[in-house]
C-alpha cells in the first residue's frame, strides 16, 4: 500500500477551513487514503473569522448574485458550479429567490448552525458571536481528520518538477514539505512570491473601508452619524447626455460636467478625515481620487421637490411658532446643531436670519448633495478585504484549479473577487473554499 498523499491547504481562514472540510469529508467519504493539512501562519486558525461584523460575522447573505460582485461572469460560473457540486455533498435546506438555492447554507446547516436574518438579507448565527460559525467549522475538521499546523508559514509553493511529482512547500523557518494539491487560501495578504512564476497576478490593496475627502466643515462633525444616503459623483468627459436616476426611477438634476457613478443608502458617519459607514465602504470599491461624494439628508424627498417641501415645512413652523421662522428653527428637528452649522455654511445662509424670499432654492441642493472632494481611503485599518491577487482569467471557474498549474487551487479573497458589505465577502469564501476542496479531492482519486 503506498503513501498516503496529502491536500495541503495553506490558510486556515474561512475560504481554507471549508476547503479542508470539504476535501476532508469527500476524502472520507470514498474511504480514500488521503492527508488534509491545514497550515496556518498564526497560533489558531480562525482568527480572521473572530474579527468579522464586529465579533457578530456576517457569514453570508440570504440572496446572493453575482451582481454583487467584481469580476462578475467569473463569480457566477464558480456560484453555479459550486450549488450543483453542493446538491452531492450536502443537503441544501434554505431555499431563496434567486436563481440559485444557496448552498452554503446547506453545509452550515448541515454542519449545525444556526442563524437568523437581518436587514438587507443579511445572515447571523443565531448565538450572536462569530465563535459559534468557527466552533462549527473546527469539529468539522476535526471530524473529517484534517490536520492543523499552527505558527507554521508557508512562504513558497514550487511546483512539481515532472508529471506525477508533488509540490514542494517551502517553509519560513527553512524547512520544506510535499503535498499532491495545494489550496492557496490565504486571503488578502497573499504574496506574489508564495506562487510559481507565471501566475498572472495583481498587488493586492485595501478597498471597503472608509473615504477621505477634502472639506473645511465636516472635520466639526467628527463622530456623528446620520441616515440618509450617499452618491459617487465623478468627471464625465463625454459630458451629460442623459439624466440620471436615482432609486425611484425618476430623473435626478446632474451636475455639469459629471455624471452620477453609484448611490448607496444607509448609515454616514463623519470622520476628521471623510465619511464612514456602511454606504460609503460600499463606496470606497469604486471610488477614485477626483471624484465627489454627495451627502443626501433627505433621501425620501427628490430634488426636484425639495424646495416646495422647504416651503411648507415654513409656514407649519411660523404657525406654531407665531413668529418669523429662521433658518435655525428650519433645520431644527431635521438635523443635529453641528450639522445644521456646516449645511448654513455651505449654503452661505445666516441661520439667526428670517427665511427670506427665494433663499430655499439655496439650502435645496446642500440638503440633497451636501458635496466633499474624496482624495482616496481614508483609515486603511478599518478595510474589510482587499482586491487583487491572482487573476481569475487564470483559474478555472468549474474547480478553481489554476489553469497552468494542474494542483494548484487559489479561493477567497487570494483571488481576485471582492464584493460590497452585507456577508458577500465570506459567502464567496465558503463556496470558493467547498468548491476547491472537493475538486482536489475528486483530482486525487482519479
Not at 430623473?251 to 460609503?280: N, Q, W
Not at 441661520?351 to 446642500?366: D, F, H, I, Q, Y
Amino acid at each position: 500500500m503506498g503513501e498516503a498523499k496529502t491536500i495541503a491547504i495553506i490558510g486556515g481562514g474561512a475560504s481554507g477551513l471549508a476547503a479542508a472540510v470539504a476535501a476532508g469529508e469527500a476524502v472520507r467519504d470514498a474511504e480514500g487514503a488521503a492527508r488534509i493539512v491545514v497550515y496556518e501562519a498564526f497560533d489558531r486558525v480562525g482568527r480572521s473569522i473572530l474579527a468579522t461584523g464586529n465579533g457578530r460575522c456576517n457569514f453570508s447573505n440570504a440572496r446572493p448574485g453575482e451582481g454583487d460582485y467584481r469580476n462578475a461572469a467569473f463569480v457566477r460560473r464558480v456560484l453555479l458550479e459550486f450549488e450543483g457540486q453542493a446538491h452531492g455533498h450536502v443537503p441544501s435546506q434554505a431555499k431563496t429567490s434567486t436563481a440559485y438555492p444557496n448552498g452554503v447554507l446547506g453545509f452550515f446547516s448541515d454542519h449545525g448552525l444556526m442563524w437568523r436574518e437581518e436587514g438587507e438579507g443579511r445572515l447571523y448565527p443565531l448565538a450572536n458571536k462569530a465563535a459559534s460559525v468557527l466552533d462549527c467549522l473546527r469539529a468539522a475538521c476535526t471530524a473529517a481528520g484534517v490536520e492543523e499546523r499552527v505558527e507554521c508559514e508557508v512562504a513558497a509553493v514550487e511546483p512539481p518538477r515532472a508529471e506525477g511529482s508533488p509540490f514542494t512547500l517551502r517553509l519560513a523557518d527553512g524547512r520544506f514539505e510535499r503535498a499532491d494539491a495545494v489550496i492557496v487560501a490565504v486571503g488578502g495578504s497573499v504574496a506574489r512570491g508564495l506562487l510559481p512564476e507565471g501566475v498572472p497576478f495583481r498587488e493586492p490593496e485595501p478597498t471597503l473601508g472608509p473615504l477621505a475627502t477634502e472639506p473645511r466643515g465636516p472635520r466639526r462633525l467628527d463622530n456623528i452619524r446620520v441616515r440618509g444616503a450617499l452618491e459617487l459623483w465623478r468627471p464625465d468627459s463625454r459630458g451629460m447626455d442623459g439624466r440620471a436616476m436615482n432609486d425611484g426611477g425618476y430623473p435626478m438634476d446632474t451636475h455639469e460636467g459629471e455624471r452620477l457613478a453609484s448611490r448607496e443608502v444607509g448609515e454616514v458617519m463623519f470622520r476628521k478625515y471623510g465619511v464612514s459607514g456602511i454606504a460609503a465602504f460600499n463606496l470606497s470599491r469604486l471610488a477614485e481620487p477626483g471624484d465627489v461624494l454627495a451627502v443626501d439628508f433627505v433621501p425620501w424627498v427628490r430634488l426636484c421637490d425639495m424646495e416646495a417641501f422647504l416651503n411648507r415645512r415654513r409656514k407649519m413652523l411660523r404657525a406654531s411658532l407665531g413668529h418669523d421662522v429662521t433658518w435655525d428653527d428650519m433645520l431644527r428637528g431635521m438635523v443635529l446643531a453641528p450639522v445644521a452649522d456646516v449645511l448654513l455654511e455651505a449654503a452661505a445662509l445666516d441661520g439667526a436670519r428670517p427665511v427670506a424670499k427665494g433663499e430655499t432654492v439655496r439650502m435645496a441642493p446642500v440638503l440633497k448633495g451636501l458635496r466633499l472632494p474624496v482624495t482616496g481611503l481614508g483609515d486603511v485599518k478599518q478595510c474589510q478585504v482587499h482586491r487583487g491577487g491572482v487573476s481569475v482569467r487564470a483559474v478555472d471557474d468549474r474547480t478553481c484549479e489554476v489553469r497552468r498549474v494542474p494542483g494548484l487551487y487559489v479561493v477567497g479573497e487570494a483571488l481576485d473577487v471582492d464584493a460590497a458589505c452585507g456577508g458577500f465577502n465570506l459567502h464567496w469564501a465558503w463556496a470558493s473554499g467547498l468548491l476547491a476542496g472537493w475538486s482536489a479531492a475528486e483530482r486525487l482519486r482519479a
